[in-house]
């Protein structure tokens, strides 16, 4: 059987790197909801760039999942790093309340 120079370049999918990507991408599901959630606590505006820093690490994690292990990891915990960062700037600075 022939391999192609595309199988070649592929890691191999160990249930470690399996593991990582699944815990990621649930992470990604918490975080998402939270970010269409915020409409409570933020103006439309402030809940469009929520959504738009999850959706951009939602989908650099969709994109690069086969390359490393860690990358849906550390984009569903950045995700929710940025999400909270948003909420408590704007909260701060921004006068957002609940």
Do not use: C, N
Not at 10 to 28: A, D, N, S
Not at 56 to 82: D, E
Request: no cysteine; glycine share 10%; net charge negative.
């Amino acid at each position: 059987m022939e391999t192609t120079p595309d199988q070649e370049s592929r890691p191999e999918l160990t249930p470690r790197h399996l593991l990582y990507t699944l815990v990621g991408w649930g992470l990604q599901l918490v975080f998402g909801f939270l970010a269409f959630a915020s409409g409570l606590v933020a103006p439309p505006a402030g809940v469009a760039v929520i959504i738009a820093t999850w959706a951009a690490t939602a989908i650099y994690s969709i994109m690069k999942w086969r390359q490393t292990s860690w990358i849906p990891l550390a984009m569903g915990v950045l995700a929710g790093v940025l999400w909270v960062a948003i909420v408590s700037f704007g909260d701060a600075f921004l006068g957002w309340t609940a």
